[in-house]
């Protein structure tokens, strides 16, 4: 059974940031496209970024240059690197593995002003 686990979210002030990981369990994250969501209240969850088997990654307009993606396949975690955090950034982030259609529980990022 394949789970994911997100931490590292918090409390943060604009302009600071944080790093989110994301532990995959129950398959090798190897060869297989990862992404990051996250929802806000009252918002649909949206797409952050994604990142392919080769490492390759986009990102919405909203987070570019601000975000960066990894991921260590030896370690079977996916990150999120997230700097100049702006008090829209506030929302549960989850990680999705997109073969299986599996979500992790989120982590809280809240942003303040």
């Known amino acids: 059974q394949v789970q994911l686990v997100e931490s590292g979210g918090g409390l943060v002030q604009a302009g600071g940031s944080l790093r989110l990981s994301c532990v995959v369990s129950g398959t090798g994250l190897s060869g297989h496209y990862m992404a990051w969501y996250r929802q806000s209240p009252g918002n649909q969850r949206e797409w952050v970024t994604g990142?392919?088997?080769?490492?390759?990654?986009n990102y919405a307009d909203s987070v570019k240059d601000r975000f960066t993606v990894s991921r260590d396949n030896a370690k079977n975690i996916i990150y999120l690197q997230m700097k100049n955090l702006k008090p829209n950034d506030t929302a549960i982030y989850y990680c999705?593995?997109?073969?299986?259609?599996?979500w992790g529980h989120g982590t809280q990022v809240t942003v303040s002003a």
């Open positions: 999705k593995f997109a073969r299986y259609n599996v």
């Open positions: 990142i392919t088997t080769d490492g390759s990654s």
